[in-house]
T-cell receptor, first 110, second 115 residues
Framework: SQQGEEDPQALSIQEGENATMNCSYK?????LQWYRQNSGRGLVHLIL?????REKHSGRLRVTLDTSKKSSSLLITASRAADTASYFC??????????FGKGNQVVVIP | ETGVTQSPTHLIKTRGQQVTLRCSSQ?????VSWYQQALGQGPQFIFQ???????GRGNFPPRFSGLQFPNYSSELNVNALELDDSALYLC??????????????FGPGTRLTVL
C-alpha cells in the first residue's frame, strides 16, 4: 500500500506541551501533506512539503521530511486545547490522489 | 472555511438503494476529488474529475460513479448501496495554478448511513 502510516496513533498531552507525530511512506513522493480533522468533519490543510525540501514552518507547526528514510514528522509547539483533533499525513506520488494514513488522534488536556 | 460545499450533510438509505451526493468546488478550481472515510480510518481516494473528465480512480467498484459539470461542481453516485458504504464522503477541490493535486481543499463531508 502507498498510504502514509502515522505513529503514534494516539497521543495525549497537557496544554502547553509540544506534540510530535511521525509518518512513514513506501516509495518516492512528489510532496507530502498534513491535514487536521475535527470531530469527523472536513479536513483542513495544514502544510505541504515538497520532496526537495527538508523543513517547513507555519505558525506553531514544524514539518520535516527525510526522503532517505521515507519519513516525515509534524511538530505542534505550545499545544492548545483547540489542537485536539485527528492529524493525517498524505503522501502524494503524482498519481492525482492523496494517500492518507489512518490518522493520529491527539488530545490536548487543558 | 475552504469555500467547498457539500450536500446533503447527512443521509440515511437502505441497502440496494441509490444515492447522489453533491459538491461545489472553490471558485477558480477545476479539479474535484472524492474520498470515502470509514469510521476510524483515513480517507480513501474514490476518483478525481478534471475539466469534466475522470482523471484517476481508486479501488472502488463501478457502482461508484461521478460527474463534473461545466461550472466544475460535481456529483458522486452510488448504486446498489451496501452496508459497508456507510461512511463520511468528502470532496476536495484544487487550484489549477498549483497543479491538479498539490493542495486540496476539503468540504465538510456528507455522512451516509446505510441500513
Amino acid at each position: 500500500s502507498q498510504q502514509g502510516e502515522e505513529d503514534p496513533q494516539a497521543l495525549s498531552i497537557q496544554e502547553g506541551e509540544n506534540a510530535t507525530m511521525n509518518c512513514s511512506y513506501k516509495t518516492s513522493i512528489n510532496n507530502l501533506q498534513w491535514y487536521r480533522q475535527n470531530s469527523g468533519r472536513g479536513l483542513v490543510h495544514l502544510i505541504l512539503i515538497r520532496s526537495n525540501e527538508r523543513e517547513k514552518h507555519s505558525g506553531r507547526l514544524r514539518v520535516t521530511l527525510d526522503t532517505s528514510k521515507k519519513s516525515s514528522s509534524l511538530l505542534i509547539t505550545a499545544s492548545r486545547a483547540a489542537d485536539t483533533a485527528s492529524y493525517f499525513c498524505a503522501p502524494y506520488y503524482g498519481n492525482n490522489r492523496l494517500a492518507f494514513g489512518k490518522g493520529n488522534q491527539v488530545v490536548v488536556i487543558p | 472555511e475552504t469555500g467547498v460545499t457539500q450536500s446533503p450533510t447527512h443521509l440515511i438509505k437502505t441497502r440496494g438503494q441509490q444515492v447522489t451526493l453533491r459538491c461545489s468546488s472553490q471558485s477558480g478550481h477545476n479539479t474535484v476529488s472524492w474520498y470515502q472515510q470509514a469510521l476510524g480510518q483515513g480517507p480513501q481516494f474514490i476518483f478525481q474529475y478534471y475539466r469534466e473528465e475522470e482523471n484517476g480512480r481508486g479501488n472502488f467498484p463501478p457502482r461508484f460513479s461521478g460527474l463534473q459539470f461545466p461550472n466544475y461542481s460535481s456529483e458522486l453516485n452510488v448504486n446498489a448501496l451496501e452496508l459497508d458504504d456507510s461512511a463520511l464522503y468528502l470532496c476536495a477541490s484544487s487550484s489549477p495554478g498549483q497543479g491538479r493535486t498539490d493542495t486540496q481543499y476539503f468540504g465538510p463531508g456528507t455522512r451516509l448511513t446505510v441500513l
